[in-house]
C-alpha cells in the first residue's frame, strides 16, 4: 500500500460484519458480492489551469460500452482508453449479444433518472465521460470494480462490469451493478441497506439511491468521509442527495434529437441479389430512446439501441423513398431527410447525360454546367412557357 492504494473486496468484508455496528447480518443475505473498490490515485492527469476558466454547467456523461476496448494502464482516461487498475488492462471483451441492452440502460437510466446525467452508447468526442465497461472479464466471484474517486476529481474514470448477455442476471441487476460502479468513480461508497443501488451485494429488486442517511460500510473503512459529511453524520451516507449535490437536478428535455439515414447514400444505386444494411445515426441532448426505419412510408422496425440498423434482402426492383424517425426519452421526436434507393433500376441522374455531378468528375459534369448556367439565364424570357423550362436541364 506504499502507492497510497487501497482495495477494499466486498467478500471479505462480509466475511467479517459481526464487528461492524450497523444492523443486519450480510452474512445471511442472499446474493453475489458486487464488487471490489480499489481508491484512485490523485495527482497527474488533473489540469488546474483550466479550471480558473469559469465553465457553462455542463451535463455529466456516461458512456456504457457494451463493445469492448483495448486497455492500457496508467492513470484513469476513458477518453484514451488508459485505466488504472493494472488487471484489467489488455483486451476487455464485448457484451456478447443485443437481446438485453436496451433493457439495462433503461434500468441504469432509471437509476440516474433524478440527476443531470446524459448516458450514451457511442463514445463521444471531445468532452470528459466516465465509461463502464460491460463485458465478461471478471477475476474471481465479484460481478464488477471501480476506482473509489472522492469528490469525482477525474471526470474521466473507466468503471467496469462483468455482466454478458444471457449471464442469468436481470436487465435490472446488471443495471444494478453499472450504476454502483459508476458511482463510485463519483465518491461514495458502499452502504447497508438492499434497497439502496451502494449495497455491495447484488440481491435483484430495483435498488434506488435512497434519500436517507444509511451506515456505510464497512464503518471502519470509510475513505470519502469528507464528501459524505455534507449531507449526514459521519459514518453515513445519503446517495441521493450527494449525487444531487455532485451532478446537479436532471433538465428538462426540450430538444429534439438529430436523425439522419447514413448508409446506402441518397440516390444510390442496389442490386436486387444482394442483401444490404440501412443505419441510420441518431444523437440527443440525453438519450435517443428508439430509431424507426420508414420505407416508403411503410414501418419498417424499431431499434432501442445504437448501431440503429435494418438488414434488408430480396427487394424487388423499384425505387424506394427511406427515412427514420428518432425519439428521445422525454418523447420529442425528428424526421430524418427522405433518401432514395435505387434498387435493380438505374438512377437517371447518375447517368453521365445526365446533370448530377459524377463522383469522378466525369467529362459529363464538367459540360454540363456551362449548359445549365445558359438555361438558367434564360429563364426569365421563357417563364411565360413553362414545359420548356422544365426541359433546360434534360437538354444536358
Ligand atoms: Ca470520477
Ligand atoms: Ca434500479
Ligand atoms: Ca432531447
Ligand atoms: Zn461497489
Not at 10 to 30: E, I, K, M, N
Not at 179 to 190: K, Y
Amino acid at each position: 500500500m506504499a502507492s497510497g492504494w487501497v482495495a477494499a473486496a466486498c467478500a471479505s468484508w462480509s466475511g467479517d460484519a459481526a464487528g461492524s455496528p450497523f444492523v443486519g447480518d450480510l452474512r445471511a443475505a442472499p446474493g453475489v458480492p458486487i464488487d471490489e473498490i480499489v481508491v484512485a490515485p490523485r495527482g497527474g492527469a488533473r489540469d488546474f489551469a483550466a479550471e480558473l476558466e469559469p465553465r457553462a454547467a455542463q451535463s455529466t456523461v456516461v458512456y456504457i460500452n457494451f463493445d469492448g476496448a483495448s486497455l492500457s494502464y496508467g492513470l484513469d482516461d476513458s477518453t484514451r482508453n488508459v485505466t488504472a487498475l493494472e488487471d484489467q488492462a489488455g483486451e476487455f471483451p464485448d457484451y456478447g449479444g443485443s437481446s438485453q441492452r436496451a433493457a439495462v440502460v433503461q434500468a441504469v437510466a432509471n437509476d440516474f433518472a433524478p440527476y443531470d446525467v446524459v448516458l450514451v452508447e457511442e463514445r463521444p468526442q471531445g468532452i470528459d465521460y466516465t465509461m463502464a465497461l460491460v463485458g465478461p472479464n471478471g477475476v474471481g466471484s465479484v460481478l464488477g470494480v471501480a476506482l473509489l474517486d472522492c469528490d469525482n476529481d477525474s471526470p474521466n474514470n473507466i468503471v467496469f462490469a462483468f455482466h454478458h448477455d444471457g449471464d442469468g442476471y436481470s436487465a435490472g441487476s446488471q443495471a444494478n451493478t453499472i450504476s454502483q460502479e459508476v458511482t463510485h468513480s463519483f465518491g461514495l461508497e458502499h452502504v447497508d441497506h438492499a434497497g439502496d443501488v451502494m449495497y455491495p451485494v447484488s440481491t435483484g429488486g430495483d435498488p434506488l439511491f435512497m434519500d436517507a442517511c444509511l451506515p456505510i460500510v464497512p464503518a471502519d473503512d470509510v475513505v470519502c468521509a469528507a464528501q459524505h459529511r455534507r449531507q449526514c453524520e459521519p459514518g453515513y451516507q445519503n446517495s441521493f442527495r450527494e449525487l444531487f449535490d455532485l451532478l446537479g437536478p436532471a433538465r428538462s428535455d426540450d430538444e429534439p434529437p438529430v436523425v439522419y439515414v447514413s448508409a446506402p447514400g441518397d440516390g444510390d444505386e442496389l442490386a436486387t441479389a444482394t442483401p444490404f444494411d440501412i443505419i441510420a445515426r441518431a444523437y440527443d441532448d440525453h438519450a435517443v430512446a428508439n430509431v424507426v426505419l420508414f420505407v416508403d412510408d411503410a414501418n419498417i422496425g424499431s431499434r432501442m439501441s445504437a448501431p440503429y440498423s435494418w438488414a434488408v434482402a430480396g427487394l424487388d426492383e423499384g425505387i424506394y423513398e427511406v427515412y427514420a424517425i428518432a425519439v428521445d426519452i422525454a418523447g420529442n421526436m425528428t424526421r430524418s431527410d427522405t433518401i432514395e434507393l435505387y434498387v435493380g433500376v438505374d438512377n437517371p441522374s447518375r447517368k453521365h447525360g445526365g446533370c448530377a455531378w459524377a463522383p469522378d468528375a466525369s467529362r459529363a459534369g464538367v459540360w454540363c454546367l456551362p449548359l445549365l448556367l445558359v438555361a438558367r439565364r434564360r429563364r426569365p424570357k421563357m417563364a411565360s412557357t413553362g414545359t420548356r423550362d422544365a426541359k433546360a436541364p434534360a437538354a444536358c
